[in-house]
């Protein structure tokens, strides 16, 4: 009987794979998720500069689309051990922004 394998260390994405995002490694993981949002056309939405447009928009159905998959993409891109930092976050601006409050200087330094 063989031993399970241990779970990825990276989410599989259609650019590629992107490192799990841990305590020591956000600002390589931020740089990557830039591009993959970008690529995603969705880093103007976690950033804010793109919001929700109203319900009667014609873009609201793709801007909804384009938002869960941003949701799903960050959340997927995260070990568990910084998932439950995303937990009850709806927004892919928020998820982003928790991330950005509580990790960015976190692998700068030792302790």
């Not at 399970?4 to 931020?30: H, M, R, S, V």
């Not at 919001?51 to 998959?69: C, G």
Request: overall charge negative.
């Amino acid at each position: 009987m063989s031993a399970p394998e241990p779970a990825p260390a990276f989410n599989k994405t259609e650019w590629g794979n992107i490192p799990l995002l841990t305590y020591l490694d956000y600002e390589p993981w931020e740089e990557t998720m830039t591009l993959v949002l970008g690529a995603m056309d969705a880093y103007y939405i976690v950033t804010g500069e793109e919001p929700e447009p109203p319900q009667i928009n014609i873009y609201y159905h793709d801007w909804k689309i384009r938002a869960a998959k941003t949701k799903t993409t960050i959340h997927l891109s995260c070990s568990p051990a910084i998932q439950f930092l995303l937990e009850g976050l709806r927004s892919p601006g928020a998820m982003w922004t928790t991330l950005l409050a509580r990790l960015e200087n976190t692998g700068t330094h030792i302790g």
